[in-house]
């Protein structure tokens, strides 16, 4: 047999009426899911195994559209969540579907939503992160269009971006990801021309829960000068000749914040009104203090409305102890999950993830969670 050589090892009908607009993915080393126009138009996802001598056989079958499922786009989401664009009821509307595959094959539909009620053909669905999607097809009149969307952690989907890259036709596509925030399209236009376009999509950050922090604005003594803490420079300015390494800016999960007034802690301090987190940790008569525990302690250590600004911290080689207001408070802990998110090697997409799982563990106060994230995954 020379190199290169096809041969055909398995053969397997799965469908005798009718099986068209295939998209077939790999789920595992093993098992494969197919979505297909069956009869009737009808829309199905099935689910195959393929033996080590390449044989196959059919797992389970999920008829998930009984009027109509053309023009299916499939895409892997995890090792459990597929995600189906597809054009279904009505005339030729645009659906993407969430559909869950158990251990054993068994197909469940999770959500649906229509993203388009005009027109919604020759889709062509990326994953752009764990939680975006891209895609292109075939809008009213024929026009091309490019949509974003999110996927929440229960499965429901939600648009987030609309774009009509072309007014006159937008046929064939085929869309593939180049890097986490561009995206390169092959499709038919003008005169059955044939297009490639590449396209940039911007990336949002997701706001970073945390509970250790300062408003932006507050005072900061550093070796070459009183700064606002968030104009420090990581690299340029130091503290009591130490580096700072890095300046996060976070956001409280609670909707207060702590108020601790103008020599509240003694005299001249702090020098000025101090906002921060309930559980950073601030020195009073020589002892370290939650800063939530000093609202029972002194009179003029309250808690007011957190108005959702941002919050920030500084990070050094080691936890210190710094001036702000006059006042002897930590900076953040280099084993806090915040400090170890900050120095991770990880991907954009694999952070920007891990960053909306810690944001819903802090919220959630799902401890176990947060601890598999902060001892195990960075």
């Not at 008829?63 to 895409?75: A, R």
């Not at 932006?216 to 420090?232: A, F, H, S, W």
């Not at 280099?334 to 900050?342: D, G, R, S, T």
């Not at 891990?354 to 195990?376: G, H, P």
């Amino acid at each position: 047999m020379v190199n290169g050589d096809i041969t055909m090892v398995s053969s397997y009908e799965h469908d005798t009426l009718n099986g068209t607009n295939n998209s077939l993915i790999k789920l595992t080393d093993s098992r494969l899911v197919l979505a297909y126009t069956g009869t009737g138009s009808d829309g199905y996802i099935k689910t195959f195994d393929v033996n080590g001598d390449g044989t196959i056989s059919q797992v389970s079958s999920y008829e998930h559209d009984t009027d109509k499922g053309v023009f299916n786009s499939l895409i892997k989401l995890t090792d459990s969540r597929l995600v189906l664009a597809y054009t279904g009821t009505g005339n030729h509307h645009g659906y993407i579907k969430t559909v869950d595959v158990s251990s054993d094959g068994t197909i469940s539909q999770v959500s649906s939503y229509e993203h388009d009620m005009l027109s919604g053909t020759n889709s062509s669905l990326i994953k752009l992160t764990d939680s975006r999607l891209v895609l292109a097809y075939r809008g009213d009149e024929f026009d091309g269009y490019i949509k974003t969307f999110d996927v929440s952690g229960d499965g429901t989907i939600s648009q987030v971006s609309s774009y009509e890259h072309d007014t006159v036709f937008g046929y064939h596509n085929s869309l593939i990801k180049l890097t986490d925030s561009r995206v390169v399209l092959a499709y038919t236009g003008t005169e059955d021309d044939g297009y490639i376009k590449t396209f940039d999509i911007e990336l949002a950050d997701i706001p970073l829960v945390s509970n250790i922090c300062f408003v932006g604005g507050t005072l900061v003594n550093t070796d070459q000068c009183i700064i606002e803490i968030d104009k420090l420079v990581p690299g340029i300015h130091t503290i009591n000749n130490k580096r700072i390494t890095h300046l996060t800016k976070t956001y409280l999960a609670d909707d207060k914040i702590i108020l601790i007034k103008r020599n509240a802690l003694g005299a001249n301090i702090p020098d000025q009104d101090t906002r921060l987190s309930g559980f950073h940790k601030v020195e009073y008569n020589g002892l370290i203090y939650e800063a939530y525990k000093l609202c029972g302690l002194l009179k003029n250590v309250k808690l007011i409305k957190y108005n959702n600004e941002a919050m920030y911290n500084i990070m050094m080689d080691k936890w210190e102890l710094v001036c702000i207001h006059n006042m002897i408070v930590e900076t953040l802990d280099p084993n806090n999950i915040i400090a170890k998110l900050y120095r991770t090697t990880l991907s954009e997409n694999k952070k920007q993830s891990l960053i909306k799982e810690i944001s819903n563990a802090t919220i959630n106060e799902d401890y176990d969670k947060f601890n598999l994230i902060k001892n195990y995954i960075l």
